[in-house]
């Protein structure tokens, strides 16, 4: 099946530093997805990217769709302690016109934020 | 994460117990997922339903069953439990734009 490597797997930061993480896939993906997952609840979606090139932004998160839509990077400006928590990437394929909204996802990147 | 909800929270099964998951959504949504959590896996999906009364295989469905009762729930079923299923499982409805909205997750062990 189609996979999404992400990295780094875990990031540890001083407040106020910058972020960032990036997802890459041997697949095309028509729409890119990044989500956050605080602990003991559901992902969370942050931002979600439509079309190769795109960038979009969202607060203190920007987000990138790769020309060769096969990649997508999420950066995080100025982090801050409420950061703290899991991030995955997800990818949609329309391979075949029914994907179903079946969401490929990334391993994840944990990041700890250190007042 | 309002409008999806799962119980129980929390189960301890012993191998060979069988279990029903419940997951309930009031969004009106047509489509509905379940996937498990594991450690440094991301999210896998096991099973999803594209609308009331049809349900397919995800990657990963060896081991479980769905129904999807009606539009709002979609249940998970374990008819055997075994200690490779013990896991963090989320339901997911769809919504516009492909985003997903998650319920808050059943922790549930295989002891």
């Known amino acids: 099946g189609q996979q999404l490597n992400q990295s780094p797997q875990s990031m540890f930061i001083q407040e106020g530093e910058d972020v960032s993480m990036n997802c890459t896939s041997s697949?095309?993906?028509?729409?890119w997805l990044w989500y956050k997952q605080d602990p003991g609840e559901g992902p969370v979606l942050l931002i979600a990217?439509?079309?190769?090139?795109e960038l979009t932004s969202n607060g203190r998160l920007t987000a990138q769709f790769g020309i060769t839509r096969k990649d997508s990077f999420l950066n995080i400006s100025a982090s801050i302690p409420s950061d703290v928590g899991i991030y995955f990437c997800a990818g949609l394929s329309n391979a075949g016109g029914t994907s179903y909204g079946k969401l490929t996802f990334g391993q994840g990147t944990i990041l700890t934020v250190h007042p | 994460n309002a409008g999806v909800t799962q119980t129980p929270k929390f189960q301890v099964l012993k191998t060979g117990q069988s279990m029903t998951l419940q997951c309930a959504q009031d969004?009106?949504?047509?489509?509905m997922y379940w996937y498990r959590q594991d450690p440094g896996m991301g999210l896998r999906l096991i099973y999803y339903?594209?609308?009331?009364?049809?349900?397919d295989k995800g990657e990963v469905p060896n081991g479980y069953n769905v129904s999807r009762l009606n539009k709002r729930e979609f249940s998970l079923r374990l008819e055997s439990a075994a200690p490779s299923q013990t896991s963090v499982y989320f339901c997911a409805t769809l919504t516009g734009n492909y985003g997903y909205t998650f319920g808050s997750g059943t922790r549930l062990t295989v002891v």
């Open positions: 339903s594209a609308s009331e009364g049809t349900t």
């Open positions: 990217l439509y079309k190769a090139g």
């Open positions: 969004m009106n949504h047509n489509s």
């Open positions: 697949s095309i993906f028509n729409t």
